[in-house]
T-cell receptor
Framework: DAKTTQPPSMDCAEGRAANLPCNHS???????VYWYRQIHSQGPQYIIHGLKNNETNEMASLIITEDRKSSTLILPHATLRDTAVYYC??????????????FGTGTRLQVTL | DAGITQSPRYKITETGRQVTLMCHQTWSHSYMFWYRQDLGHGLRLIYY???????DKGEVPDGYVVSRSKTENFPLTLESATRSQTSVYFCASTARTDNTEAFFGQGTRLTVV
């Protein structure tokens, strides 16, 4: 699985868009980008994933650059409840073996009033 | 209720004792995982299972044993607990479909004294 690089921490004002970057310059053609988050004292929560097209769901948007070497998770209107550690993970989907996830240290997003 | 549950939520045990952490999911997901989370290390995979009676080692399997006699249960046993196994343990499951997001339990905080 490709290695990812994320900033250790970011701040965002409540109501503003939070843009969380992730670099994955060694990503392979069949590797997807996944985002999870972990709110304090809880288990990680799946947010979104994509291969090369931009994706949007009820939680967030995922923007992947054309060369796929980086991506950005966008929380359009951050709230205090979005304060969490956000993990960017790159892996092949459905390899035929267990779909294990390799977590890095993530970005700690602090949403403030 | 559907979901993934871990028990106990908190456990204190003594060095050398055997302890088993339980994980139960109600979705009949094929894949299940055990992670541990320590400060400075993020989430690390201990063991995973692709189906009942199929298990494999992850990144940090030493000192742990797993079994999967039923699809819905994936217990993790520390055969002889050590202080270095003090950690928060998370269980997760995923379905073997194209939508492979993982669902995590609330975690078990284990302290070995």
């Amino acid at each position: 699985d490709a290695k990812t690089t994320q900033p250790p921490s970011m701040d965002c004002a409540e109501g503003r868009a939070a843009n969380l970057p992730c670099n994955h310059s060694t990503i392979s053609g069949n590797e997807y980008v996944y985002w999870y988050r972990q709110i304090h004292s809880q288990g990680p929560q799946y947010i979104i994933h994509g291969l090369k097209n931009n994706e949007t769901n009820e939680m967030a948007s995922l923007i992947i650059t054309e060369d796929r070497k980086s991506s950005t998770l966008i929380l359009p209107h951050a709230t205090l409840r979005d304060t969490a550690v956000y993990y960017c993970i790159v892996r092949v989907k459905n390899t035929g073996t267990a779909s294990k996830l390799t977590f890095g240290t993530g970005t700690r997003l602090q949403v403030t009033l | 209720d559907a979901g993934i549950t871990q028990s106990p939520r908190y456990k204190i045990t003594e060095t050398g004792r055997q302890v088993t952490l339980m994980c139960h999911q109600t979705w009949s997901h094929s894949y299940m995982f055990w992670y541990r989370q320590d400060l400075g290390h993020g989430l690390r995979l201990i063991y995973y299972s692709a189906a009942a009676d199929i298990t494999d080692k992850g990144e940090v399997p030493d000192g742990y044993v797993v079994s999967r006699s039923k699809t819905e249960n994936f217990p993790l046993t520390l055969e002889s607990a050590t202080r270095s196994q003090t950690s928060v343990y998370f269980c997760a499951s995923t379905a073997r479909t194209d939508n492979t997001e993982a669902f995590f339990g609330q975690g078990t905080r284990l302290t070995v004294v």
